[in-house]
Structure formats: structure tokens, C-alpha cells
């Protein structure tokens, strides 16, 4: 079992960074394939960046990549996700979740989330 707890969301002005970070607690953190989600208001949940066990292998979705980095710290059982040169649609809930299976950008393989933490952008 894990639980996970995101912070570090709020509100930004376009073109600007934030830095979320998601706490783990629970056994073998450094085991689990980590990923971060997000949600904008009336659309689905999507894939925003994943990052395997070791650190030594992430992947990203299309509209992040290049301005969005995912990191761990296995030591500190806790994930991070930059986020610079913000856009008004990257304003959502983002989730931390954690997957015990393969690494995978589907959220069905993910086991464990955290409760969301809001960015919001502003134009």
C-alpha cells in the first residue's frame, strides 16, 4: 500500500514555472513506476509524464514535452514534476499516482493516487 500526497499547485501567470511534488509513504516506494496525471475541468483524466523505478527512463505526453520535467528521489520517497513556460491550458488537477506493473502511461496500471493538487494559469 502507498498513499500519496501532492503539493505545491496554485496559481501562476502564463510562461511561468511551478514545482509540484508528490509524497509517498508506505513500503517500497523505489519499486513502483510513478506517473503524473491531469484533469482539466470537463475533460477527461490524461497522461501528463512517467518516470520508471530508477529514474532512468521517462516518457511524456505530446503537449508537455520539452517544458515539463518528471524527477524522483528515491531516498525521499517522493516524485516531482516541473513544470516551466506555462500555458493557460495546462491550468487542471494534478494527480501523483503510483503503478506497481509495467511502465505505462495507462491509467488503468496505476494502483494509487493521490488526492490531485490545483494549477491554474492565468492569461
Known amino acids: 500500500q502507498v498513499h500519496l500526497v501532492e503539493s505545491g499547485g496554485g496559481l501562476v501567470q502564463a510562461g511561468g514555472p511551478l514545482r509540484l511534488s508528490c509524497a509517498a509513504s508506505?513500503?517500497?516506494?523505489?519499486?513502483?513506476?510513478m506517473g503524473w496525471f491531469r484533469q482539466a475541468p470537463g475533460k477527461e483524466r490524461e497522461f501528463v509524464a512517467a518516470?520508471?523505478?530508477?529514474?532512468?527512463?521517462?516518457a511524456y505526453a505530446d503537449s508537455v514535452k520539452g517544458r515539463f520535467t518528471i524527477s524522483r528521489d528515491n531516498a525521499k520517497d517522493t516524485v516531482y514534476l516541473q513544470m516551466n513556460s506555462l500555458k493557460p491550458e495546462d491550468t487542471a488537477i494534478y494527480y501523483c499516482?503510483?503503478?506497481?506493473?509495467?511502465?505505462?502511461?495507462?491509467?488503468?496500471?496505476?494502483?494509487?493516487w493521490g488526492q490531485g493538487t490545483q494549477v491554474t494559469v492565468s492569461s
Open positions: 508506505g513500503r517500497a516506494f523505489g519499486s513502483y513506476v
Open positions: 499516482a503510483a503503478s506497481q506493473s509495467r511502465f505505462t502511461g495507462f491509467m488503468n496500471d496505476y494502483n494509487y
Open positions: 518516470i520508471s523505478w530508477s529514474g532512468g527512463r521517462t
